[in-house]
């Protein structure tokens, strides 16, 4: 399970660590950085994390999720875990509406698009 806003267990231990509240161009422009590979410190205009090569980092380049499960357990109170699951719970599905947001507003555009790549296909 992956989701953009996600972050490692380090400070916070989770990934419901992000500033909550922000609407608007804020939370769009934030979201896009996040899309882009930018870290959840970096979206938010805070240096990146002191070690890029962390292998518990959600969003790193060096991501182990063995790594990552054995540590956060040993780390972290069971209340937070439940915390950290239920928030990311929320943003998968919050990722998953937005995907089937786009589909819908697109759809009209996926059609041509369908249609030009099979005439391709054929000559």
């Known amino acids: ?3 953009a806003a996600v ?3 380090s400070p916070g231990c989770g990934p419901g660590d992000s500033p909550e509240g922000q609407e ?3 939370k769009a422009h934030r979201m896009l950085k996040l899309y882009k590979g930018l870290s ?3 979206a938010v205009g805070l240096p990146a994390g002191p070690d890029p090569l962390d292998p518990t980092d959600l969003n790193g380049a060096h991501f182990d999720p063995e790594v990552y499960l054995d540590k956060l357990p040993r780390e972290c109170p069971l209340a937070q875990l439940i ?4 928030d990311m719970v929320q943003q998968i599905r919050a990722l998953d509406s937005d995907m089937q ?3 819908y507003e697109n759809y009209d555009k996926f059609i ?5 790549d099979k005439q391709h296909k054929t000559v």
């Open 24 to 26: 608007g161009e804020r």
């Open 83 to 86: 915390d950290s699951e239920t």
């Open 40 to 42: 959840e410190g970096e």
């Open 7 to 9: 972050t490692g267990p």
């Open 101 to 103: 947001t786009l589909v």
């Open 112 to 116: 041509p698009a369908t249609e030009i």
């Open 1 to 3: 399970m992956a989701a």
